[in-house]
C-alpha cells in the first residue's frame, strides 16, 4: 500500500531520511501532494538558508564542500541543496556535486539533494525553495543552496537566500565588470576563491572599490579569501555568515526580507497554479473552439486571452474542469 503524504511528513519529522527524499521527488515532479505538502511544512523550522553563487569554475562545489564540514565540526546539522546544469537533450542534471561532496555521504548530519536545472536561467531549479523548505523542516540547522553558475542571470537565490556568498575567482575580473549591477545587488559576502593564484589580491581590491558604489545599508560586505581545495579561509567564511545573520536579526532586515519572499512566494506560486489548472482544463469545448481560431489566425492571441478572462462562464467551466481532472 502506498504511503499517503501525512505518514511521509510524520516519518520526515522523526528523522527518516528516505521519507525526506519521497517528499522531495513528489515536491520537485510537480506531483498533485505538492501544495498539500508544502502547506503542512510550513513555519517549521529555523534554519539559516545560505546561497552560494559564482560563475563557473570559481570552486564554488570544493567550496561548499568545506563549508560543510566546518559546520559539522560546530555541531551543526546541514542540508543542501545542489543545482546541477541540466542535459538539453534529456533534461537530466550532471549532479557533480554528489560525486565532489562523497567525504559526507555517511554523515547522518548531511541531507544532500542534487536538482536538474531544467533550462531555468535564474541559476534555480523551479522546485529549488520548497526542497529547501523540506530540509528546513526536517530540523536542518543550515540550508546551502548552490546555485548551477551561469553568471549574471543569478538573482534568484536573492529572493531565496537569507545571506548571499558569491564567490570569485582571482581570473574573473571582466566577468566582474560584465556582472557589476547584479553582484553589488546580491552579494552579502564576497569569496575570492583560489586565493593562492596570482591576481587574488587585485581582485580583492577591485571588488572592495566596487563596494564604495554600493549605498549602506548597515551592512558592511566583507571580501574574503580563501583556498578551498585546503580549508584555508573556510573558518573566517563560516564566523562573517553567521555575523550576517546575528545582523538581520537584529536590525530588523530580515524580517523585511522575509515579508518580501513571502510576497513573491504567492505570486509565484498562484500564476503556477493558474498555469496548471489551465493546461488541465485544454480538453472544454469552448476553449478549445476560442484555441482553434487563435491557430487560424482569426483572433490574435492577446484578443483571444482577454475573451477567455472575460467570459466568466468559461472561466468557471475551466476551473471546474481542472478540478474534475484532479
Same mark, same amino acid.
Given at each position: 500500500?502506498?504511503?499517503?503524504?501525512?505518514d511521509?511528513?510524520?516519518?520526515?519529522?522523526?528523522?527518516?531520511?528516505?521519507?525526506?527524499?519521497?517528499?522531495?521527488?513528489?515536491?520537485?515532479?510537480?506531483?498533485?501532494?505538492?501544495?498539500?505538502?508544502?502547506?503542512?511544512?510550513?513555519?517549521?523550522?529555523?534554519?539559516?538558508?545560505?546561497?552560494?553563487?559564482?560563475p563557473?569554475?570559481?570552486?564554488?562545489?570544493?567550496?561548499?564542500?568545506?563549508?560543510?564540514?566546518?559546520?559539522?565540526?560546530?555541531?551543526?546539522?546541514v542540508?543542501?541543496?545542489?543545482?546541477?546544469?541540466?542535459?538539453?537533450?534529456?533534461?537530466? %542534471?550532471?549532479? !557533480?556535486?554528489?560525486?565532489?561532496m562523497?567525504?559526507?555521504? #555517511? &554523515?547522518?548530519?548531511?541531507?544532500?539533494? $542534487?536538482? *536538474?536545472?531544467?533550462?531555468?536561467?535564474?541559476?534555480?531549479?523551479?522546485?529549488?525553495?520548497?526542497?529547501?523548505?523540506?530540509?528546513?523542516?526536517?530540523?536542518?540547522?543550515?540550508?546551502?543552496?548552490?546555485?548551477?553558475?551561469?553568471g549574471?542571470?543569478?538573482?534568484?537565490?536573492?529572493?531565496?537566500?537569507?545571506?548571499?556568498?558569491?564567490?570569485?575567482?582571482?581570473?574573473?575580473?571582466?566577468?566582474?565588470?560584465?556582472?557589476?549591477?547584479?553582484?553589488?545587488?546580491?552579494?552579502?559576502?564576497?569569496?575570492?576563491?583560489?586565493?593562492?593564484?596570482?591576481?587574488?589580491?587585485?581582485?580583492r581590491?577591485?571588488?572592495?572599490?566596487?563596494?564604495?558604489?554600493?549605498?549602506?545599508?548597515?551592512?558592511?560586505?566583507?571580501?574574503?579569501?580563501?583556498? %578551498?581545495?585546503? !580549508?584555508?579561509?573556510?573558518?573566517?567564511?563560516?564566523?562573517? #555568515? &553567521?555575523?550576517?545573520?546575528?545582523?538581520? $536579526?537584529? *536590525?530588523?532586515?530580515?524580517?523585511?526580507?522575509?515579508?518580501?519572499?513571502?510576497?513573491?512566494?504567492f505570486?509565484?506560486?498562484?500564476?503556477?497554479?493558474?498555469?496548471?489548472?489551465?493546461?488541465?482544463?485544454?480538453?472544454?469545448?469552448?476553449?478549445?473552439?476560442?484555441?482553434?481560431?487563435?491557430?487560424?489566425?482569426?483572433?490574435?492571441?492577446?484578443?483571444?486571452?482577454?475573451?477567455?478572462?472575460?467570459?466568466?462562464?468559461?472561466?468557471?467551466?475551466?476551473?471546474?474542469?481542472?478540478?474534475?481532472?484532479?
Amino acid at each position: 500500500m502506498r504511503e499517503t503524504t501525512r505518514d511521509l511528513l510524520d516519518k520526515m519529522e522523526r528523522g527518516d531520511r528516505r521519507s525526506l527524499a519521497r517528499l522531495m521527488t513528489i515536491v520537485e515532479n510537480r506531483e498533485a501532494e505538492t501544495a498539500e505538502i508544502m502547506s503542512a511544512v510550513h513555519g517549521r523550522g529555523a534554519a539559516a538558508v545560505i546561497g552560494i553563487t559564482g560563475p563557473p569554475g570559481a570552486g564554488k562545489s570544493t567550496l561548499l564542500d568545506a563549508l560543510t564540514g566546518e559546520l559539522r565540526r560546530s555541531g551543526r546539522s546541514v542540508g543542501i541543496v545542489a543545482v546541477d546544469p541540466s542535459s538539453p537533450f534529456s533534461g537530466g %542534471a550532471v549532479l !557533480g556535486d554528489r560525486i565532489r561532496m562523497q567525504s559526507h555521504f #555517511l &554523515d547522518e548530519g548531511v541531507f544532500i539533494r $542534487s536538482l *536538474s536545472a531544467r533550462g531555468n536561467v535564474g541559476g534555480l531549479a523551479r522546485a529549488s525553495r520548497d526542497i529547501a523548505r523540506l530540509l528546513e523542516a526536517a530540523g536542518k540547522d543550515v540550508v546551502i543552496v548552490e546555485t548551477v553558475g551561469v553568471g549574471q542571470s543569478e538573482l534568484d537565490i536573492m529572493r531565496l537566500a537569507d545571506t548571499v556568498a558569491v564567490v570569485l575567482v582571482p581570473e574573473a575580473g571582466d566577468t566582474v565588470q560584465a556582472m557589476k549591477a547584479g553582484l553589488l545587488e546580491i552579494a552579502d559576502i564576497f569569496v575570492v576563491n583560489k586565493a593562492d593564484r596570482d591576481g587574488a589580491e587585485k581582485m580583492r581590491v577591485e571588488l572592495e572599490q566596487m563596494l564604495h558604489l554600493r549605498p549602506a545599508d548597515g551592512w558592511e560586505v566583507p571580501v574574503l579569501m580563501t583556498v %578551498a581545495t585546503g !580549508g584555508k579561509g573556510v573558518a573566517e567564511l563560516l564566523k562573517a #555568515l &553567521d555575523a550576517h545573520r546575528t545582523y538581520l $536579526s537584529s *536590525s530588523g532586515v530580515g524580517q523585511k526580507r522575509d515579508a518580501i519572499g513571502r510576497h513573491n512566494e504567492f505570486v509565484s506560486v498562484l500564476r503556477d497554479e493558474l498555469s496548471r489548472r489551465i493546461q488541465r482544463a485544454m480538453g472544454d469545448d469552448r476553449f478549445g473552439s476560442l484555441l482553434a481560431r487563435v491557430e487560424r489566425g482569426e483572433v490574435d492571441p492577446y484578443g483571444a486571452a482577454l475573451e477567455a478572462v472575460g467570459d466568466r462562464d468559461l472561466v468557471a467551466r475551466l476551473l471546474a474542469r481542472a478540478e474534475d481532472a484532479g
